[in-house]
């Protein structure tokens, strides 16, 4: 974040605020809803994180980079979220069913999509830091506060995985032929 | 895979989370009332007052402080050198003396930072110590080895939730990894990872849990590692799905002020 405009923030000013908003929402509503794969958690997941950083950005180090400070709140209230839904419903039949029957995906996608949404979130969420933000290794050990050769690994392992789900798939579809 | 794989993950994730752009300005509004427009909330972002930031800096530096010179091989290293043959009870005074008797943390529990006291406990046979959060857990020692449990049991509705710590002094961990591996898939089925890590501790690590998606569906997580005398300590977390914010995330915090002291 440019400095200036974290300075006006800071001193309360909306209009900057509404600025860093509009710079920051896209990307952040996009990885929450792949997080926690249902919009409406995604959205209140957003909310939340926008008010927390303005309410906080008192505690944020100007001398670190802004990105990935802001994710690891984000990503934080994300699993609030998704472990204050698990209370009260079924997590995995809703969820699964909210992205499922989505008019969004396409039909060229429907595979993968079905492969990145089967993978366990230990290595689907580096996924998504890597390929939707473009984090980098090292920014996304910050994020999630894991170690860097961890994340290398489960970023190696998640590829693997998808590659194998991909490969099964290919396989039964052939016996079905 | 991947080049060519990598732009379609790329496109893929971007497809999976389109969203209406009415969604934005939902979003906005929602922010904008939280934060300007109920009197009561429209304050600007605190600022720091200069009495909390000169303790907080006090504290980081008593932390890292405390960390660069009780941890890690250097620690090891200077904890064997004062060691002499002794009796069980001098060995644990002297290690005790090694080591702060307390220690601060800062740990991230459900999204907030909590300001966490930790205190020095010696592990059985005093081969390694480990900074417990006293006031909500408790160690107990047993032949097989410690465990820390709550310190208010939970009631009979939760599942069990501790971490119990044992050594296996002729068993490598590699070995001990493979062979407890087994045994905790008899368990807990679904493997949810399996892995070597440096985080909180250096060894392998295994997660696994038992069928079903619900709030109280048990979960596993264990440690492996090598205790730098042929043999391996073995760390086993035990929790529910609801808790694995909670307890998992304090038991990994103190896990990273567990210390193995060689003689």
Redesign the interface.
């Known amino acids: 974040m440019e400095r200036s405009l974290l300075q006006r923030?800071?001193?309360?000013d909306?209009d900057a605020?509404?600025t860093f908003?509009n710079q920051q929402?896209?990307k952040t509503?996009?990885?929450a809803?792949?997080i926690t794969k249902n919009?409406e958690l995604?959205?209140e997941a957003?909310?939340e994180t926008?008010?927390?950083v303005?309410?906080?950005?008192?505690?944020y180090d100007a001398s670190k980079p802004f990105d990935p400070w802001f994710y690891r709140?984000l990503t934080?209230?994300c699993?609030?979220i998704m472990?204050k839904e698990?209370?009260i419903s079924?997590?995995?039949?809703y969820i699964d069913t909210d992205?499922k029957d989505s008019s969004?995906?396409?039909e060229d996608?429907s595979e993968?999509?079905e492969a990145?949404q089967s993978l366990?979130e230990?290595y689907r969420i580096p996924?998504?830091l890597k390929?939707?933000k473009g984090f980098s290794e090292r920014e996304i050990s910050t994020v999630l506060?894991?170690?860097q050769?961890?994340i290398k690994?489960?970023l190696h392992?998640g590829?693997a995985l998808?590659?194998n789900y991909l490969n099964d798939l290919k396989e039964r579809g052939k016996k079905h032929v | 895979m991947f080049n060519d794989e990598d732009k379609k993950i790329e496109e893929c994730l971007g497809e999976m989370s389109n969203f209406d752009p009415k969604e934005k300005e939902e979003i906005w509004n929602n922010i904008e009332k939280e934060l300007f427009i109920d009197e009561k909330k429209s304050k600007p972002p605190k600022q720091k007052k200069w009495g909390l930031l000169v303790a907080a800096a006090a504290a980081t530096l008593f932390i890292t402080f405390s960390s660069q010179t009780d941890t890690g091989n250097a620690l090891v290293d200077k904890v064997k050198t004062v060691f002499e043959p002794g009796t069980g009870s001098a060995i644990v005074d002297k290690v005790k003396s090694m080591f702060e008797p307390k220690k601060e943390i800062v740990q991230s529990i459900e999204g907030i930072d909590e300001d966490t006291k930790l205190t020095l406990n010696e592990g059985k046979e005093a081969e390694y110590v480990i900074y417990i959060d006293e006031e909500r857990y408790i160690m107990n020692r047993t032949d097989d080895g410690d465990i820390i449990t709550p310190k208010i049991p939970l009631d009979a509705q939760y599942p069990e939730v501790s971490m119990a710590i044992r050594q296996q002094k002729e068993v490598p961990a590699s070995s001990a990894f493979q062979k407890l591996k087994e045994d905790i898939l008899r368990d807990y089925p679904n493997l949810i990872l399996e892995e070597e890590t440096n985080e909180p501790l250096s060894g392998f690590v295994l997660l696994a849990k038992k069928d079903g998606h619900d709030w109280d569906n048990e979960l596993t997580k264990v440690y492996v590692l090598d205790n730098r005398a042929g043999g391996s300590f073995i760390i086993q977390q035990k929790y529910f799905s609801e808790a694995e914010e909670g307890h998992g995330t304090r038991f990994d915090a103190m896990l990273k002020e567990f210390h193995i002291v060689e003689d």
């Open positions: 923030i800071k001193s309360g909306k605020f509404r908003y929402v896209d509503l996009r990885v809803i792949l919009h995604a959205k957003t909310q926008f008010i927390r303005y309410r906080n950005l008192s505690s709140i934080n209230e699993y609030r472990k698990a209370k079924n997590q995995h039949a992205i969004i995906k396409t996608y993968l999509n990145i366990n230990l996924i998504i390929y939707l506060e894991t170690n050769n961890t690994s489960r392992k590829r998808l590659k």
